[in-house]
């Protein structure tokens, strides 16, 4: 059984930083691409950060700069740095992994990831 364990999400002042994270069971967990996304309330689910088999990576524009994906092979862990936090960032945080590797789109094509996690909640206030 493949699952996806995430942590570390929080309520954080603007401006702050948090470093969420996903443990991995059940799966190859080198083999695949992994990443995040996220879903505020209201809103369509948004792809975040991916990371590939390759180790290239993929983030949205909104985050590009600020957030840094990243993994730990020997911990099958998948982290999400995420560093000056601002209210538009508050969302459910969503662990994915397993989409085709090699294909296009993996932060538009929400469909194209075979498993997710339960979610993290982060909350940023101003």
């Known amino acids: 059984e493949v699952q996806l364990m995430e942590s570390g999400g929080g309520s954080v002042q603007a401006g702050g930083s948090l470093r969420l994270s996903c443990t991995v069971s059940?799966?190859?967990?080198?083999?695949?691409?992994i990443g995040w996304y996220r879903q505020a309330p209201g809103k369509e689910r948004e792809g975040v950060a991916a990371l590939g088999i390759d180790g290239s990576t993929d983030y949205a524009d909104s985050v590009k700069g600020r957030f840094t994906i990243y993994k730990d092979n020997e911990k099958n862990t998948v982290y999400l740095q995420m560093d000056g936090l601002n209210p538009e960032d508050s969302a459910m945080y969503y662990c994915?992994?397993?989409?085709?590797?090699?294909?296009?789109?993996?932060?538009?094509?929400?469909?194209?990831?075979?498993?997710w996690g339960q979610g993290t909640q982060v909350t940023v206030s101003s």
């Open positions: 059940g799966f190859t967990f080198d083999g695949s691409d």
């Open positions: 994915v992994a397993d989409y085709p590797p090699g294909a296009q789109s993996r932060l538009v094509r929400a469909e194209g990831w075979g498993y």
